[in-house]
């Protein structure tokens, strides 16, 4: 009982001895430095080396100090505060005599501590047996008197809290990211032990919304250095701008030192990714999760660093960079965002366009005005207007419109064409027909030449309320639909990651058979958790909070019994995945974020979009002009079929 007490300051003291983060993160104004190195087919980005140098400096000799006092038996390089679960919470404080013990000792290594870091600080207090550091933001104190996790409210968010705490990825003694999945009893990690630029986003905000920014900060900049490295695959590279899909902290050898290691960072920009898939959202998801960062902490100063800005525009040019493409849309192949498996939506898919059209606001957002960044200015207002109208006009069904495309004439050879992808009545499938409410509407998953894709992507739909893509009608309408269908999107466990699944005939071809996406199961139709948060920003932005409270009591039921898996399979989500990660870090964070922003609704402001004014108002000269009007050949830089 005494010696689980001293374990748990043990690894507070080694925490503020380890914090020292690395220094070309610090500086608000310095230029874009990339610290690379290349060791054989290992990237790496090296840990500092005054970081690194702490082994043998006198810390060490005042950390020794410190574990005699506290009969410490071990010393982790990455230190991680762990949560005790709630069983096991009381066992710090049943002993009075235990407690004033391990204060007096704590209290003298306070001392010790402080000789080594130049200043006093407040290492321990002990509140009903939670230990917390004085002034560590990225720990379980947090800061702007956000309460600690055995304060928040029922067990099964103390539980989740503890979970995403231990989930934490140390670089350099400082957290830059939460593993994909926890699981203790799966032998076969795969790449589930690296942190996912999409699936830290979840596990990001939460940490924003309890005022941990350190951790957000972190991951930012970390992986902003790790998009200058230069990816290949069989000698081929794609564009500067890209993100990588994920990292992994290894420990190797120390160059020159057989006995010494040292820590780095290694990408996957998706050559080593199932299907050698790039991650097109990655950077989306970047710049969304910089927007959040910014107005949630209120620190503007690191979307103003040089390198931050440069990894914006960077972004930004890889996106808007010209093609062959007719359409306003991203142009991207199967498996290039959260459904990263082969399930048909290669082409333009409304996830993409949707996450696309949200960093366009960031960025305009946030870029600073300057000289040099006019052009590209002027294209991301005019790719805004084009992309908002393009998905509003051509993606959006309701019944009305699904009997339009019914009564659909084909072969149109004009400017004028009212069936301009020349889409076939027939395409209209009979579960469309019966599934569709009076009353609602939704976007549908892809849009190419000859080809509407009817399914209900969530992410996408849910996204495009968020980022105001949908209009306000829209909105209430993709809602009013969720409403109608419950049995099918939520169920036993929302949510629906798509609506319906391919099975038989169109499985085999579309998947190609692939056996984890077998019918209502994992991306062909299986629950995702995760998805709980955007439902949530969706559904307080729209005012009816009520839906996104409902769906969460929905997952409360089980999802902590379940060990929080990755995804449910069945028609009705009865089932846990066949092949899913259990303690899976975004249905943790996803859960979380939910439940806070229903708690408190005015936090998500800084998640979502407002609609902008200046594309209402372009919009609405477009439709006052016609948009069906006759098209002359015109001299134009770039043209898009709106």
Known sequence: ???????????????????????????????????????????????????????????????????????????????????????????ITSEDGNRSWVKDAVSKASQILSDVNGQTQTVIGFDEG???????????????????????????????????????????????????????????????????????????????????????????????????????????????????????????????????????LDPDFGEAAIGRVAPVDSGLWWIILLRAYGKCSGDLSVQERIDVQTGIKMIMKLCLADGFDMFPTLLVTDGSCMIDRRMGIHGHPLEIQALFYSALLGAREMLAPEDGSADLSRALNNRLIALSFHIREYYWVDMKKINEIYRYKTEEYSYDAVNKFNIYPDQVSPWLVEWMPDKGGYFIGNLQPAHMDFRFFSLGNLWSIVSSLATTHQSHAILDLVEAKWSDLVADMPFKICYPALEGQEWRIITGSDPKNTPWSYHNGGSWPTLLWQL???????????????????????????????????????????????????????????????????????????????????????????????????????????
């Not at 350190?214 to 564009?239: A, Y």
């Not at 708690?599 to 372009?618: F, M, Q, T, V, Y």
């Open 1 to 91: 009982m005494m010696m689980e007490s001293l374990e748990v300051a043990a690894h507070v003291l080694s925490g503020t001895i380890s914090s020292h983060s690395c220094s070309t993160l610090h500086s608000n104004t310095s230029p874009f430095i990339s610290p690379w190195s290349i060791d054989g087919r290992i990237r790496r980005k090296r840990c500092p080396l005054h970081a690194r140098a702490l082994s043998n400096s006198n810390v060490n000799q005042n950390l020794s100090r410190v574990r005699g006092i506290l009969h410490s038996h071990k010393r982790s390089r990455h230190v991680m505060l762990q949560c005790q679960r709630n069983e096991s919470s009381s066992k």
């Open 130 to 264: 939670a230990i917390k550091t004085g002034d560590d933001k990225s720990f379980l104190a947090g800061t702007n008197d956000h309460a600690s996790p055995k304060r928040r409210g029922s067990s099964f968010e103390d539980e989740a809290w503890c979970l995403l705490q231990e989930s934490m990825v140390y670089y350099c003694g400082s957290p830059v990211g939460t593993i994909a999945a926890n699981d203790p009893s799966d032998s076969n990690v795969l790449n589930y032990d690296q942190v996912f630029i999409r699936d830290f986003i979840p596990s990001g905000i939460a940490f924003l919304l309890k005022g941990e920014y350190d951790i957000v900060r972190n991951f930012i900049l970390h992986t902003l250095q790790l998009q200058s490295w230069e990816k290949t695959m069989d000698c081929h590279s794609p564009g500067q701008g890209l993100m990588p899909a994920s990292f992994k902290v290894r420990t190797v050898p120390l160059d020159g030192d057989d006995f010494a290691t040292e820590e780095v």
């Open 536 to 642: 949530t920003v969706a559904c307080i932005k729209m005012n009816r909070p009520e839906i996104a409270a409902r769906a969460v009591e929905v997952a409360e039921k089980r999802i902590a019994a379940d060990k929080w898996p990755e995804y449910y399979d069945t028609k009705q989500g009865r089932f846990i995945g066949k092949q899913a990660r259990l303690y899976q870090t975004w249905s943790i964070a996803g859960f979380l974020v939910a439940k806070l922003l229903l708690n408190k609704p005015d936090a998500a402001r800084s998640l979502w979009n407002e609609e902008d004014a200046d594309i209402i108002n372009a919009l609405n000269i477009m439709v006052d002009s016609n948009p069906r009007r006759k098209q002359g050949r015109k001299v134009l830089k770039k043209t898009y079929i709106v």
